[in-house]
């Protein structure tokens, strides 16, 4: 669902991702930018907005001991930042893989999830443009602008300095006009602008802020451009996670619609950022998307589904209340009906598994019926098993399929059986002891004791 905006003539640009914090806030195990938005984590979500500038490198700095974090953002080399010491060190501690670099340099924090290829692009023209500017900075116009640092701005609309809302005078703290903390570089001239930060300010840190100030000194123009406080809204603790998430569902959801989908009830409808939906889809109320779904066209989705890692093919009908589980592979056609489960199993067009049955580590062969209460059994505690169901086949109500097993092709298998032979194509299996009728018994049977009863004393 992201598009590439990027100016043809460009000069070659290199991403740094600020990754390198803690997140203390977030009172967790976890580094802060490994933690979710959408299924997938927050950093990665900044790395896909990066990579769709098509940059030459992207480097994400990282604290030490975070090597989940690099793992996460592989191929994508990291550097560690020892100490932080504050955002313009750790740009520094990437300077070694982009010192020399005669491109643009965008610096982007790790916990931005929502920011856009498109604004990204927006500053990097911006730092194109006329005047040349040595720094450009996405500002924003926050309802509360709390402690953001706040933008100074010249007579001219240039940018003149960025105070931290700790250094910040009355009349600067005044200023809505806030810094969103992404900010575009000309590479040729950033690291002259480090090497003359300092740390004498309120917290003591080496502010990349700071370099504003710094460029102005040395007579270079710095720019602002402005984006809606919405898109940059940065996340420090579980609080402000769960409002990126909305956020993001909010997208989502507009996208899956302007794709070509019907959300019966847009905001009961929960999306992956990786969520593929065909055209003329129905998605009824209360359906969630794990990761990894692709959903083919006409397939309707009725209300409390749970899909995750799963394929559906054209014209399917899902749920209600199914629970598609990873390697579900469902064919066209197919019905998958209520407390329905299916896992690492393939569907083959037209089959029905309508009601109350558990499907997995199988196949089902075009157009076999899978009655109410089907099992199949595939696990004995130690290993998994496969169950083989042919086209065509009907497997009554309540059956156990004891793994591994096969049932050819249009065999029928009768209610209530547990099957742990195979089954060749076109036979009848039953597996129940013998059912024995007693003509009228029931009848004389109650005769008998309604006279027992009535002869009982009081
Ligand atoms: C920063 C900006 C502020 C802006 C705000 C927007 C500075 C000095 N201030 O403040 O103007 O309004 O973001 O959200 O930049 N990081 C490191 N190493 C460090 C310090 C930080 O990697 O030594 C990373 C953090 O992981 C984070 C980002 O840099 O991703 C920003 O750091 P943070 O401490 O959140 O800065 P703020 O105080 O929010
Ligand atoms: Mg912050």
């Known amino acids: 669902m992201t598009s590439t905006h990027h100016t043809q003539t460009r000069r070659p640009l290199a991403c740094i991702i600020l990754a390198a914090g803690k997140g203390t806030r977030m009172k967790s195990d976890l580094p802060k930018v490994l933690h979710k938005v959408a299924g997938r984590s927050m950093v990665g979500h900044v790395v896909a907005a990066a990579s769709a500038l098509e940059p030459e490198r992207i480097t994400v700095v990282v604290g030490p001991g975070m090597e989940d974090v690099a793992a996460e953002v592989a191929p994508h080399a990291t550097v560690v930042q020892e100490r932080q010491l504050g955002t313009a060190d750790a740009v520094m501690a990437a300077r070694p893989l982009v010192e020399g670099f005669e491109g643009d340099v965008l610096v982007v924090y ?110 270079h123009a710095c720019r602002v451009v402005e984006a809606s406080a919405e898109e940059v809204v940065g996340v420090n603790s579980r609080a402000e996670l769960a409002a990126v998430e909305r956020l993001m569902q909010g997208r989502l959801r507009s996208a899956a619609m302007a794709g ?22 129905t998605v009824g109320q209360n359906v969630v998307f794990g990761p990894g779904v692709e959903i083919g066209d006409r397939v309707e989705i009725r209300p409390f589904c749970h899909l995750e890692e799963v394929r559906v093919a054209d014209g399917a009908l899902i749920g209600p209340y199914a629970r598609l589980r990873p390697g579900a592979d469902i064919g066209p056609d197919v019905h998958i009906g209520n407390f329905v489960e299916v896992k690492n199993a393939r569907i083959d067009k037209g089959a029905k598994v309508n009601h109350l049955t558990y499907i997995g580590d199988a196949s089902v062969g075009a157009k076999a019926n899978i009655g109410a209460g089907t099992i199949t059994c595939n696990y004995d505690g130690f290993f998994k098993s496969r169950t083989e169901i042919g086209a065509g086949a009907f497997i009554g109500s309540n059956s156990a399929l004891v793994a591994p097993v096969t049932i050819g092709a249009g065999a029928i298998v009768g209610a209530g059986s ?21 003509e009228g018994w029931a009848a004389g049977f109650r005769t008998r004791r309604a006279a027992e009863k009535a002869a009982k004393p009081k």
Do not use: W
């Not at 990097?124 to 640092?149: C, F, H, K, Q, T």
């Not at 933008?151 to 609309?157: E, S, V």
């Not at 002259?192 to 309120?202: E, V």
């Not at 070509?260 to 999306?271: I, K, S």
């Open 418 to 438: 547990v099957i742990t032979r195979d089954v060749p194509a076109d036979a009848l299996t039953v597996e129940r002891s013998k059912q024995s009728v007693h």
């Open 260 to 281: 070509g989908a019907t959300l019966a009830d847009p905001e009961t409808v929960y999306f992956s950022h990786d969520t593929r939906l065909g055209r003329d889809v």
């Open 110 to 219: 790790g916990d931005t999830p929502l920011v856009t290829p498109a604004t990204l692009s927006r500053m990097i023209e911006a730092r194109n443009a006329s005047g040349d500017p040595a720094v450009v900075v996405l500002g924003m116009r926050p309802d509360d602008p709390g402690a953001y640092g706040r933008l100074i701005q010249g007579a001219d609309g240039g940018l003149d300095a960025i105070v931290e809302y700790l250094d910040a005078t009355e009349p600067q703290r005044a200023v809505t006009l806030c810094n969103a903390g992404l900010m575009a570089f000309d590479g040729r001239r950033l690291f002259a602008l480090l090497d003359a930060i300092g740390n004498d300010n309120a917290k003591g840190e080496f502010y990349l802020t700071d370099a504003v100030a710094v460029a102005r000194a040395a007579g």
